[in-house]
T-cell receptor
Framework: GAGVSQSPSNKVTEKGKDVELRCDPI?????LYWYRQSLGQGLEFLIY????????KSGLPSDRFSAERTGGSVSTLTIQRTQQEDSAVYLC????????????FGPGTRLLVL | GNSVTQMEGPVTLSEEAFLTINCTYT??????LFWYVQYPGEGLQLLLK?????DKGSNKGFEATYRKETTSFHLEKGSVQVSDSAVYFC?????????????FGQGTTLQVKP
């Protein structure tokens, strides 16, 4: 079956612009996670969804970052007024129900802020 | 707080050599422990996991044992191949209220030479 997909695969934007990153989880997976992979900070958790609600947003680095999930499926991560330090690979993962279950990762979106 | 520490890389080995990548953790509860691998140009994949003390995870010839007394989860393989060249990440997730969010180590790059 299809894995986790993310789009776009690459995004180049100018400082100050808004960007939207999309994640399509594996069908039937209720848990969805966003992570960020950057040279300076390694792999960091951003936000967790269970269904359409986000019980854990503790990793979002600032109020410029937001995310939503609709229909218990697709999720969008939005970064407003992008800064150069936002440049990173943004990874999405899903699991069947969260908790100790295996998370399956998408290929990521590579964001470059000029 | 919760954290994961991995040995720094890069690790360079000849084919058929023995591999150990050290991983130690700090956790407030009883974590589940994971090794993820990222092959060049590919997304993160779960390599193996262990959910309680003394469990051994294994996959593709790799093994790791959950050692509560030493808070460690070292990755081992008896005979590495060139195809094992990748970045390896140790990670944990902690209950209770376990969202399943992963806390990653910094990653260790393994290069295997023919």
């Amino acid at each position: 079956g299809a894995g986790v997909s993310q789009s776009p695969s690459n995004k180049v934007t100018e400082k100050g612009k808004d960007v939207e990153l999309r994640c399509d989880p594996i069908s039937g997976h209720t848990a969805l996670y966003w992570y960020r992979q950057s040279l300076g900070q390694g792999l960091e958790f951003l936000i967790y969804f269970q269904g359409n609600s986000a019980p854990d947003k503790s990793g979002l680095p600032s109020d410029r970052f937001s995310a939503e999930r609709t229909g218990g499926s697709v999720s969008t991560l939005t970064i407003q007024r992008t800064q150069q330090e936002d440049s990173a690979v943004y990874l999405c993962a899903s699991s069947h129900q969260g908790g100790r279950e295996t998370q399956y990762f998408g290929p990521g979106t590579r964001l470059l802020v000029l | 707080g919760n954290s994961v520490t991995q040995m720094e890389g890069p690790v360079t080995l000849s084919e058929e050599a023995f591999l150990t990548i050290n991983c130690t953790y700090t956790a407030t509860g009883y974590p589940s422990l994971f090794w993820y691998v990222q092959y060049p140009g590919e997304g993160l994949q779960l390599l193996l996991k262990a959910t309680k003390a003394d469990d051994k995870g294994s996959n593709k010839g790799f093994e790791a044992t959950y050692r509560k007394e030493t808070t460690s989860f070292h990755l081992e393989k008896g005979s590495v191949q060139v195809s094992d060249s990748a970045v390896y990440f140790c990670a944990l997730s902690v209950p209770p209220g376990n969202t399943g969010k992963l806390i990653f180590g910094q990653g260790t790059t393994l290069q295997v030479k023919p």
